[in-house]
Every structure is written in C-alpha cells, then in structure tokens.
C-alpha cells in the first residue's frame, strides 16, 4: 500500500468523526479526489455544512483551494477553504441552492462532505477562532 493511499484511507475516515456532535444531520454529498476538476452538482437547504480533510504526502509542496460555484448560474461565490497544510475543517453555510466546488490542488487528497442540519443544530454550530 503506498503512503498516498494510505494518508488518503485515514483522512477519509477522519472525516466521519470531525463533527460529532452534530449527528442528526442529513447527508447531501460526498466527494474525494486527488488534484485539480470540479465535484458533481448538489443541492442543499440551508444550513447545510461542509466537511472537509485534505492532506498530502510530507515534504512536498502542498496547496489547495476549494471554491464554490452557484450551479444554477455559473457565477463564483467564493472562497470555502485555502490551505497549504494538511488539515480538516467545518464551515456552515446559510444559503440554499444548487452548487459545485471547484478545487484547485497540488500534490493535496482532498475529501469533502456536505450535510443538511436543523436550525437547533446551527445555532450550536461555533465556528474556530
């Protein structure tokens, strides 16, 4: 098993246990890869979260952006992570819509997961500082 794989294998099921609390929350999405392309196309009724763990093999260059795109228009609305590091994170979103993340990424795994919440669990979302 190469290590790639194997850091892959292990952010992946990192993500299952990034957010614990928050265990009525519906699943929308999930998405993995390794470099550059856009995810599929999904739907979510705010709040709605993403998950996301990204990592890469020590030593090398690593950098990734992952942006989000409304899918319904085209147009950009942003920036949801940049990183240099491997990482996870968990960002909550108060928008509705029909989306797709572009990621941009060098030599970074990347792991995304997108889930519907309660309004009871949003209020408890409490974002890092």
Not at 14 to 22: F, R, T, V, Y
Request: proline share 2%.
């Amino acid at each position: 098993m190469n290590t790639r794989f194997a850091l892959t294998t292990a952010l992946v099921a990192a993500l299952g246990l990034a957010c614990p609390s928050l265990g009525a929350e519906e699943l929308v999405a999930n998405f993995s890869g390794n470099g550059s392309g856009n995810t599929a196309e999904f739907e979510a009724h705010a709040p709605w979260i993403m998950e996301w763990v990204v990592g890469g093999e020590a030593g090398q260059y690593e950098v990734i952006e992952i942006g989000m795109v409304d899918a319904t228009t085209g147009a950009y609305q942003g920036v949801a992570v940049r990183s240099k590091t491997a990482g996870s994170g968990v960002r909550l979103f108060d928008t509705s819509g029909r989306f797709y993340f572009r990621v941009a990424s060098s030599l970074m795994n990347w792991h995304i997961k997108v889930a519907e919440l309660t309004a009871d669990e949003a209020s408890e979302y409490k974002p890092v500082e």
